[in-house]
């Protein structure tokens, strides 16, 4: 019952979405403000019952009876709403209306005729991809033979990451509707000045933010639950997630440019489009079934022509509409190429440019495939070759752009700072001198960045505005220098151990106590006793009997300067493979990616407090 | 010039410079830096140049019941795309989905002499429902 409930309210969902849109899009802004709020209402119903069904084992519903099972943990019950692609389509509706809703109350949007046609840009988004779920993936449909228990979650996805992960990475994704609706609303409006500046830094500082949390929480769950051994693959299903994040940190620094100046209005606008066709090209990537990866859901053609006639309708619209009235919005703020404006004008370019970069890179093997010119992949070398190099100097830039003044230098008062920087960089990088070169300059370039910033913020007014730059600039350089210390200090040891054998590994020693059986609430598990300088890890291989699946559970003991990280392998009698990896430096990979996000953070207080 | 056509020749410049240097980065990226996939077939026919096997690529195909046998940490075993075997070797910890039966891929290098594919990294699929789409290719219509 609670769940036709949830159905039921999620088609009325698709209603008011069509209220939304005509009442935004018309000329009815109460009607159109209501409508926002009423689709939000609806769209958390629709998702409570969708989790009802999912927390009772309702395994007549059939997405329940696919995904779920009735031994499974409550943890994973709930989180197994999204753990698929029907479930997590509500997720990102609601998170959809969400935005719409944000638009509708905040104070902050002074411009009541901006915000009617956001609404209503919003609602036409909504509108698309609740039919979508409702003609092409209805997770609400029940079976007249309800099975005597689930499929059950994949194994993999069984860990608390899965609670975390999806929800906050499509806050980000889906946050740049609100960005696309706003900007599509200004074309509409043709009024774009430093007040819409104003207006839209809060919903790019939110998604940005959330994304930078989303792309960082499954870094990490990657590196430390799924024992993928590494943080980053260039997956084409990351990349789809770095791609929006990219676009949208140059239209963070874009924003800068018209709020301080009134100028770069129409590039601006192009990006925030820009952003969010990424992130439904995203989409498009993980559910069209177009990639292999290990993200993508179960394949299903329909599904991805949908989606891909929505991204065209939408992005396509979008781009038509720029086309129109964008040359409406001509600003002439002439600056000079020594200024604030012309070193973000730099950083965007670079931005941009690794965007394409990496979008080629990810879509090549898809037009090779379908045009039969064989079968390629384009992995780590490719991306090592040209993002990174477009990475280094933008570091460089980074740590420069903050002194410059607006306009032009009137005084090169900030030669002294680099100067500084200049010095402190070249007295670090000393010490790995004679390491591979790129790794050298990378660490300098991250040097030089983290040395400026903090000269910066030392002369600053510290204002939130100029700690949040500090943060997110600061942030970058030390999770460089966290990115290449594993790189270049990464250490493993595969071996058969026997029990009682004990090893070294750089500076630490490793001891294998042995195996033995143990149980978990819906697995039965092989567990090693493994002693690393003096502290007691337990990997494990794991068997799930309801999926007839194994997991391997990576054990860790973190601490500042290196994670170690011990996997169970098979066994020969009493003999185990044993493999051991030291990461040095893991952890500024994630303090300074923390560092980035606290930036967003900070953004979104000073965005929001503003009078 | 007027300042407003100077501030359009370097809008433009910096437009052409940016995809000039993306457009750049790519190619060269893409030029050397690609991985092919082959099959086993392929790998067989002997179709792979010398410069190509200096390079690592990807084999997939279905692992051969009864071929997985492991000394150690090294496994050897035979992928096969129901028209010819390729015997590949591994070492290090297997993926949790590495079944015999199933669908598999590997990146590595090739050694046309000894015929052996020595795999540095073995990429089983996310679930067991699931093929990867150069396997179901190769496999062709009968699965």
Known sequence: ?611 | MTPRARARLMSILVVVLGLGLAAGFALYGLSGKITYFHSPTELASGALTDKQMTRQIRIGGLVKAGTVVREGDTYTFIVTDNASDLMVTYRGVMPDLFREGQSVIAYGKYDNAEQIFAASQILAKHDENYMPAEVKKILGPQK
């Not at chain 1, 309708?313 to 001509?330: D, I």
Request: glycine share 8%; with cysteine; net charge positive.
């Open chain 1, 1 to 611: 019952m609670i769940v036709e409930f949830g159905h039921f309210a999620f088609i009325l969902a698709l209603v008011m979405a069509a209220v939304q849109t005509v009442a935004g899009l018309g000329n009815k802004p109460e009607l159109a403000r209501r409508a926002a709020i009423t689709l939000f209402g609806l769209c958390l119903v629709a998702f409570s019952g969708l989790t009802w069904a999912y927390v009772t084992s309702d395994f007549s519903v059939i997405n329940v009876a696919l995904n779920s099972h009735s031994l499974k943990p409550m943890l994973y019950k709930i989180s197994g709403v999204w753990g698929n692609h029907e479930g997590s389509m509500i997720l990102w509706i609601t998170i959809l209306a969400l935005f719409g809703a944000a638009m509708a109350l905040t104070p902050t949007f002074t411009d009541p005729q901006l915000r009617q046609r956001s609404i209503g840009v919003q609602g036409l988004l909504s509108l698309g991809f609740i039919a979508f779920s409702l003609f092409t993936s209805n997770p609400f449909l029940r079976t007249d033979t309800p099975p005597f228990d689930g499929n059950s979650l994949n194994p993999v996805l069984q860990d608390p990451g899965l609670a975390f992960h999806p929800t906050t990475l499509y806050l980000g994704y889906v946050g740049f509707s609100s960005v696309f609706s706003i900007a599509a609303a200004a074309l509409i409006t043709g009024r774009v000045d430093q007040a819409w500046a104003r207006m839209v830094k809060p919903f790019v500082a939110v998604a940005w933010l959330a994304l930078t949390a989303g792309i960082a929480l499954g870094s990490a769950w990657a590196y430390y639950e799924l024992g993928w051994g590494g943080f980053w693959f260039w997956d084409p299903v990351e990349n789809a997630s770095l791609l929006p994040w990219l676009a949208g940190t140059a239209l963070l620094h874009s924003l800068l440019v018209l709020e301080a100046r009134g100028s770069l209005k129409r590039w601006t606008i192009l990006l925030a489009v820009i952003a969010f066709t990424m992130s439904l090209l995203g989409t498009f990537l993980v559910r069209s079934g177009v990639l292999s990866s290990v993200h993508t859901f179960a394949t299903d053609p329909t599904r991805g022509a949908f989606i891909l006639a929505l991204l065209a309708f939408y992005c396509g619209g979008a781009f038509t509409l720029y086309a129109f009235r964008a040359p409406a919005l001509k600003t002439l703020r002439l600056f000079t190429p020594v200024s604030r404006e012309a070193s973000l004008v730099a950083n965007n370019l670079l931005l941009i440019a690794m965007t394409a970069t990496i979008l080629t890179g990810t879509l090549y093997p898809l037009v090779m495939d379908a045009l039969n010119l064989g079968q390629i992949s384009v992995g780590p070398p490719y991306y090592n070759a040209t993002v990174v190099m477009m990475a280094l100097p933008l570091l460089v830039l980074c740590g420069i752009g903050p002194f410059l003044p607006w306009k032009r230098p009137g005084r090169w008062t900030f030669k002294n700072a680099l100067a500084t920087t200049a010095l402190i960089t070249a007295a670090a990088m000393l010490f790995i001198l004679g390491r591979p070169a790129m790794q050298v300059i990378g660490f300098g370039c991250a040097m030089w960045l983290m040395t400026s910033s903090v000269i910066y913020l030392v002369q600053s007014n510290k204002s939130l505005k100029s700690i949040s730059l500090f943060l997110g600039h600061f942030g970058m350089g030390i999770a460089v220098i966290g990115m290449i210390g594993t790189a270049l200090w990464k250490v493993e040891d595969i071996r058969v151990a026997k029990p009682g054998e004990a090893f070294t590994l750089g500076r630490h020693t490793v001891t294998f106590e042995g195996v033995k059986d143990v149980e978990g609430p819906n697995y039965i598990a092989q567990e090693a006793t493994v002693i690393l300088d003096g502290a007691t890890l337990h990997p494990q291989r794991r068997w799930y009997p309801v999926s007839d699946s194994d997991t391997t559970e990576a054990a860790i003991k973190l601490s500042f300067l290196d994670d170690l990280y011990v996997v169970l392998g098979e066994n020969d009698g009493d003999n185990w493979v044993l493999r051991t990896t030291i990461h040095p430096f893991v952890s500024l990979l994630w303090g300074g990616f923390a560092l980035i996000a606290l930036a967003g953070g900070v953004m979104l207080l000073y965005s929001l407090r503003r009078k």
